[in-house]
Every structure is written in structure tokens, then in C-alpha cells.
């Protein structure tokens, strides 16, 4: 197991300063904003009330948008090593934030036992952080509160580009602090361990076909 596992299995979390290039991430937004504007679909018709947040947010899923589950595909293997785990993805989603938004402190769903927190950009490139508590809890909270309350925890700045991979079942995480920028877009990237308590989560909605059902010599 590398250092990086070693911490990120201790600590719940690791922060990854410019691991997509910019160019990359603002690329996909860009490719998604236009195959959208070409569908005759505005960011407007997506926004969504959630619990953990105060405002409507636009937020738009890998099986409604397939290069987003490609993504995420493509991560998988660099993900994995980092976690020091073979993993298999299970699902993702894109959030766009506000200016002045926060997103309540909470933990995540089963599906989201290794995550990816990806800034693909920021109209005014101002640091936003995420905050990951620093004790292990061993089921989901069904709740969203304001802030961590008396639990430490950490906080990392987040530039375009960079990601934080955390334990998002096991550690409450955040952002408490109002977005400064005009807005922001955000890339939640999700995993599970084949060999670990949530494997049936893997490939969410995915229909994975036999070799002998592709008949690819037929194409």
C-alpha cells in the first residue's frame, strides 16, 4: 500500500491539488453545456430542491448524461490506486453552486463508499472548501446539520482542477462556508469495493451484457 493509501485509509480523506487538468475539466463542462443548449435544455430545468442545501441547485446524473459515466469509468483505475483497492464505480453527478450556497454537513449513502469531489470550474477562480470530519462513523447519518458541532475536522481549498477523495459513508463532510464565487461546477464521483460490505452497489443502472450477447462481428 502506498503513502497516500496508508493516509487516506487513517485520515478519511485526501486532498489531490490539480489532479484534472484544466483544460480537461473545462472541456467536459463545456461539452455537456453545449450538447445540452442543443437539446433545447437550460441549466433552469434542472435546478433541484435538496435537503442538504438551502437553495435549489442544478444537478445533473451520469445516466442521464453517459460522458459523465464515461468519466468516471476512466477514473476508476487511477482511483483504485490511490484507495490501494481494486474498485468498480457505482455512480455520479454534476451539481452546479451559487454564490452564497453552502451544502449541510453530512455522510453519504452506501454507494458512496470511495468518492471523488472534482471543481471543474469557477467563474472567479476563488478557493472553496470542502470539509471532512475526522471520526470514522459506521452507518449513514439521516440528517443534515449546519456545521460539525463539537468534531474536528478537516478543510481543503479547492481550485479548479482539484479533487478530494474522502471516505463519504464513514466521514461527515461539507462545505460550511458560502461559496464566494458567481458559481461554481462540481463533479461527484462515486465507488465501491467489490469485495466490501456494498458491492451490490457497483454499475448503479447499469446493465452489464455477456461477451456472446455483444456479437460485435454483427456490427
Known amino acids: 500500500m502506498t503513502g497516500q493509501a496508508e493516509r487516506y485509509r487513517e485520515e478519511g480523506y485526501l486532498a489531490l491539488p490539480g ?40 444537478e445533473i446524473y451520469g445516466r442521464h448524461y453517459l460522458p459523465l459515466s464515461t468519466f468516471l469509468w476512466g477514473m476508476t483505475p487511477a482511483v483504485s490506486a490511490l484507495v490501494g483497492t481494486a474498485l468498480k464505480p457505482s455512480y455520479c453527478y454534476f451539481r452546479m453552486y451559487r454564490q452564497g450556497d453552502v451544502c449541510h454537513v453530512h455522510s453519504d449513502r452506501y454507494a458512496c463508499e470511495h468518492s471523488l469531489s472534482l471543481l471543474l470550474a469557477a467563474s472567479d477562480d476563488k478557493p472553496w472548501p470542502l470539509e471532512v470530519g475526522s471520526q470514522h462513523i459506521e452507518t449513514p447519518r439521516e440528517r443534515a446539520d449546519p456545521d460539525f458541532g463539537d468534531e474536528a475536522y478537516g478543510s481543503v481549498p479547492m481550485l ?55 456479437a460485435m462481428e454483427q456490427a
Open 19 to 58: 489532479f484534472v487538468p484544466t483544460d480537461v475539466t473545462h472541456a467536459l463542462l463545456g461539452m455537456m453545456k453545449g450538447d445540452l443548449t442543443r437539446g433545447g435544455v437550460s441549466f433552469d430545468r434542472l435546478k433541484r430542491k435538496h435537503a442538504l442545501l438551502a437553495n435549489e441547485a442544478v
Open 160 to 214: 479548479p482542477g482539484d479533487a478530494v477523495l474522502y471516505q463519504g459513508v464513514h466521514r461527515l463532510h461539507g462545505r460550511t462556508m458560502p461559496n464566494p464565487n458567481r458559481w461554481s461546477a462540481h463533479l461527484f464521483l462515486h465507488w465501491v469495493d467489490p469485495a466490501g460490505p456494498y458491492a451490490e452497489h457497483a454499475m448503479e443502472g447499469v446493465v452489464i451484457p455477456a461477451t456472446e450477447t455483444l
